[in-house]
């Protein structure tokens, strides 16, 4: 199993440009999500989805949108990018197992808005 | 909203033990999680405590008191592979099933 994967690994961004950080996972885990990480700062939850079809905000989701169509995929997508997203993008994935919920994140990608 | 606290910086020498401690404020409890971060990498699983008492994993062992809202990671027989940043981590009490994080501790082991 490759776990969770992200692409790209780095990205350099102008302001008012838009991408796609692409993340998926190949454990069947139903729950996914995407957090960011700034200096020095514990992780913040953009977005979330309890599975396919399914997403919703969370604590700093502003700026960010996602979409969820299949288990495996779950892609973030910036629409105008501003250099307050200069930041380290997690993917994480878990599963369910009774109250724990074990987080599996990707390696995530280093993105800077110039 | 939910908060945690924990030292930003500890420093150790190698083979000693070091405890990283964790407070936390959160309307709904459902376990303390901590997770191991190498400089660069992503964030790993160490250990999770739904119960008060002691887990232990090998090095690695997790305090939980769920009276005091506090909680620590102690780390056994340090090496230099251990200096990493720690988070200390609990399930969010909104309903997501989502973690909140605390800002994290940075472990320095010196030879």
């Known amino acids: 199993n490759a776990g969770v994967t992200q692409t790209p690994k780095f990205q350099v961004l102008k302001t008012g440009q838009s991408m796609t950080l692409q993340c998926a996972q190949d454990?069947?885990?139903?729950?996914m999500s995407w957090y960011r990480q700034d200096p020095g700062m514990g992780l913040r939850l953009i977005h979330y989805?309890?599975?396919?079809?399914?997403?919703d905000q969370g604590e700093v989701p502003n700026g960010y949108n996602v979409s969820r169509s299949t288990t495996e995929d779950f892609p973030l997508r910036l629409l105008s990018a501003a250099p307050s997203q200069t930041s380290v993008y997690f993917c994480?994935?878990?599963?369910?197992?009774?109250?724990?919920?074990?987080?599996?994140f990707g390696p995530g990608t280093r993105l800077l808005v110039l | 909203g939910q908060s945690l606290e924990q030292p930003s910086e500890v420093t150790a020498v190698e083979g000693a033990i070091v405890q990283i401690n964790c407070t936390y404020q959160t309307s709904g409890f459902y376990g303390l999680s901590w997770y191991q971060q190498h400089d660069g990498g992503a964030p790993t699983f160490l250990s999770y405590n739904a119960l008060d008492g002691l887990e232990e994993t090998g090095r690695f062992s997790s305090f939980l008191s769920r009276s005091d809202s506090y909680g620590y990671l102690l780390l056994q027989e340090l090496q230099m592979k251990d200096s990493a940043s720690y988070f200390c981590a609990v399930r969010d009490d909104t309903g997501r099933r989502a973690l909140t994080f605390g800002s994290g501790t940075r472990l320095q082991v010196q030879p």
């Open positions: 989805s309890v599975g396919a079809g399914i997403t």
């Open positions: 454990m069947n885990h139903e729950y």
């Open positions: 994480a994935s878990s599963h369910g197992t009774g109250l724990q919920e074990t987080q599996y």
